[in-house]
């Protein structure tokens, strides 16, 4: 239950430059979209909200992405900050590793690593299971399959349909319902009849790294949702808007109830690198509460850069 959970909470941050939700500390100083203006009327763009809705459903290229990364060389930045109940930092880790395919094989080289404060447990296993699955999904730490495999997450059934496929499919294809998730299932499927209700769109124009025009549709819910009726506060995309391709995705998601407590917001930030799209920004601001277990905060801010095809 607490790995499932676990998982869960740490998955579905996902994404924006807004300002995070939790008050404390935040690593991530990069602005990279500005916005112009609200959109009153997107119909004067000849889009509506389905437009926008379709695409997040139907998208495959922000997976694909990631997925991308193995024909390029790139650095990578990591910062990884915990916290303690007061929300003060207590344990701080930084990465810069190079990232390459020698012969087909890829290959992590570390440029620097610093760790302090209270980050391992005596056995040298992370204290918390949050970084781990941190390492585990950004850092290709065990050999994780996150961009090795060519189907969609949650394609396939059996193994993987585990907890890690859970994950990733809540952050490549929000707005299902996401079965096996223990009370909060239905709550994924923000589009469906039953949750559309509790939910607004918003849109607005803007600019992002300084030169692409893009749309943001905000999916937020309504003042008079009560907290309990749903799971995910804000589902915000960007878009590209020459080509309509997602180029950023934001999550709010926020719960509470006997068995969890977990307040996450999560940011994916995507860029063009000749013709093909690509990772540029990761950053999360998570806490989530388990009884009888030990709570867990962190923060991380994962920038990649310097992308060169191998």
């Known amino acids: 239950m607490k790995n499932h959970l676990l998982l869960f909470s740490f998955l579905f941050s996902a994404f924006s430059t807004f300002a995070q939700q939790i008050q404390r500390f935040n690593p991530d100083t990069i602005r990279t979209i500005t916005i ?11 889009l509506n909200a389905q437009d926008f809705i379709d695409a997040v459903v139907a998208d495959t290229s922000f997976y694909k992405a990631f997925q991308n990364m193995k024909r390029y060389a790139f650095t990578a930045e990591n910062r990884i900050y915990t916290y303690d109940k007061k929300n ?30 209270a980050v391992y447990k005596k056995n040298g296993k992370y204290q918390l299971y949050t970084v781990e699955m941190f390492d585990y999904i950004f850092m290709n730490a065990y050999n994780s399959d996150f961009i090795k495999t060519d189907g969609l997450p949650g394609d396939n059934k059996g193994k993987n349909e ?10 490549f294809t929000p707005g299902r319902k996401i079965s096996g998730i223990p009370f909060i299932s239905g709550k994924t499927e923000i589009f469906g009849p039953d949750m559309r209700q509790f939910y607004r769109y918003e849109f607005a124009r ?11 549709f905000k999916v937020i819910k309504k003042p008079s949702t009560a907290d309990d009726d749903v799971m ?11 080509t309509f391709q997602i180029l950023g995705r934001y999550v709010d998601m926020k719960y509470s109830n006997m068995l969890f ?3 996450v917001q999560m940011n994916i930030e995507l860029n063009n690198f000749g013709g093909e799209l690509l990772p540029t920004k990761i950053t999360y601001q998570g806490n989530w509460d388990i ?9 991380f801010l994962i920038v990649h850069k310097d992308y060169k095809r191998e």
């Open 88 to 117: 003060k930092v207590n344990g701080k880790i930084y990465r810069k590793l190079i990232h390459s395919n020698e012969k087909g094989a890829h290959k992590i080289t570390y440029v620097a690593k610093q760790d302090t404060g």
């Open 232 to 242: 995910i506060k804000e589902l915000t995309t960007i878009f590209d808007a020459r």
């Open 206 to 216: 803007g600019t992002y790294v300084d030169s692409i025009p893009v749309y943001r």
């Open 36 to 46: 112009d203006t609200p959109v009153a009327n997107i119909r004067s763009h000849k």
């Open 162 to 171: 585990g907890y890690k496929a859970k994950l990733k499919q809540l952050i």
């Open 261 to 263: 407590d977990f307040n």
């Open 291 to 299: 009884p009888f277990k030990k709570e867990e905060r962190a923060s």
